[in-house]
């Protein structure tokens, strides 16, 4: 059990351009969630899914968002035409629905900064 | 509407003493989960402790308790013999529906505690 991964940990990239991050959750879990998070403030949900279901996308999202989980397994998240209001960090973390508490697991996120 | 409410942005506390930390919810459902994190300045988010809301009697972990008041929809982290390595944002979270339902988790707006030696 290696944990949640995601990549690139640290993304610095000019407005306007596309940036994609990936996450490879813990192998046995069914759900995985995406969270941005800004300075001083809670996680902010964005989108989960169960296996390779996106169950649901956070109104809050615009269309330049989007995320896939293929396969069930890995997840990437792409941002289209980056803003500089897009920095932040974006979590990962994945859940086993079946566990006795379901709690999720993070992995140690990536930083965006858009120029 | 803002499901998770946690009303003290930051909190103080000296070393070896306990500390309450508040949170209240919104929810219809009657089957839902609720979660503390505790994030250093690190940046992991590290799993403290779960309460179901069926569950009759009040989580605890080590030196970690939840005090759960369900009619008032509170569930305030209690944190005994506060150490220095405490030091950190707790965030409060909840899942609406039981296990298995595919709800999301949301998170509240978290509170700073900064132990003091």
């Known amino acids: 059990d290696t944990g949640v991964s995601q990549n690139p940990r640290h993304k610095i990239t000019k407005r306007g351009q596309n940036v994609t991050f990936r996450c490879d959750p813990i192998?046995?879990?069914?759900?995985l969630y995406w969270y941005r998070q800004t300075l001083g403030q809670g996680p902010e949900f964005l989108t989960y899914?169960?296996?390779?279901?996106?169950?649901?996308k956070s109104r809050l999202l615009s269309d330049r968002f989007s995320a896939e989980r293929p396969k069930g397994s890995f997840s990437t998240l792409e941002i289209q035409r980056t803003e500089q209001g897009d920095s932040a960090m974006y979590l990962c973390?994945?859940?086993?629905?079946?566990?006795?508490?379901?709690?999720?697991?993070f992995g140690e996120g990536s930083r965006l900064t858009v120029l | 509407a803002q499901k998770i409410t946690q009303t003290q942005p930051g909190m103080f506390v000296q070393e070896k003493e306990a500390v309450t930390l508040d949170c209240t919810y919104d929810?219809?459902?009657?089957?839902?989960?609720l979660f503390w994190y505790k994030q250093p300045s690190s940046g992991e988010m590290i799993f403290l402790i779960y309460?179901?809301?069926?569950?009759?009697q009040n989580a605890t972990e080590g030196r970690y308790s939840l005090n759960f008041q369900k009619a008032r929809k509170s569930a305030n982290l209690v944190i005994s013999a506060s150490q220095l390595g405490d030091s950190a944002m707790y965030f409060c979270?909840?899942?609406?529906?039981?296990?298995?339902?595919?709800?999301?988790?949301?998170f509240g707006p978290g509170t700073s505690l900064s132990v003091i030696p």
């Open positions: 309460q179901g809301s069926y569950d009759e």
């Open positions: 929810t219809s459902d009657q089957s839902y989960g």
């Open positions: 899914f169960q296996n390779e279901a996106q169950l649901e």
């Open positions: 973390a994945s859940s086993l629905g079946s566990a006795s508490t379901g709690e999720l697991f």
């Open positions: 979270a909840m899942r609406e529906g039981g296990i298995t339902s595919y709800d999301k988790v949301i």
């Open positions: 192998s046995e879990h069914n759900r």
